[in-house]
């Protein structure tokens, strides 16, 4: 069997699923499902202690979220209640961080963004019963890019470019 590498989510499902806290909260919450990630990634600083792997289970039964940080160790984080119960996402679902950053960098030639990628914030949902990347890139020139990509079709289905100064206008509103 081919070792998986750390820059996809199968690497983290697997060293999660392996750990004995994970067994331990398995058997404790055995309804349980896999329900998003969260992983941030610093490309100006690789060695940057802020990056971040995070997935999250919710309980039905005890209606419950819970989020495993897997940045050091593996630490459980209770997450609020929650009112509605949220999506699954599916057991086959994958993504690969190097291969992801190729299509964004593909989709910012195509809506001629020439901005440095800084840093991406990744946040792996099922929303309207697709497995879905919701991706944050901060670029250079304190420009943002919120990016929605379709995981089975490896597809941008929203590209949207925002600077800081819009989220400035928007914030400022209401204030005159």
């Known amino acids: 069997m081919k ?7 199968q690497f ?14 398995v ?4 309804d349980c499902f896999f329900c998003s990630a969260f992983f941030v990634i610093d490309k100006e600083n690789p060695k940057n202690q802020e990056d971040k792997a995070h997935l999250d289970f919710y309980s039905p039964k005890s209606k419950k979220g819970f989020s495993f940080d897997l940045k050091e160790g593996i630490k459980i984080i209770p997450l609020e209640n929650f009112n509605k ?7 086959d679902c994958e993504f690969d961080f190097v291969e992801t950053e190729k299509i964004i960098l593909e989709e910012m030639e195509k809506n ?6 800084q840093r991406i914030i990744f946040s792996l949902q099922n929303v ?9 890139v901060f670029i250079s020139m304190l420009g943002i890019l919120k990016i929605d990509i379709d995981l089975s079709k490896k597809k941008v289905i929203k590209f949207e470019k925002k600077s800081f100064m819009d989220m400035f206008k928007v914030m400022g509103k209401g204030k005159e």
């Open 27 to 30: 058997k404790k919450y055995p």
């Open 128 to 136: 309207d019963g697709k497995d879905t990347l919701i991706v944050a």
């Open 85 to 91: 119960v949220p999506n699954k996402i599916s057991e």
């Open 112 to 117: 001629k963004v020439k901005s440095k990628i």
């Open 3 to 9: 070792r998986k590498n750390k820059m996809n989510l």
């Open 12 to 25: 983290y499902l697997e060293q999660l699923q392996s750990s004995d806290e994970f067994k331990k909260f």
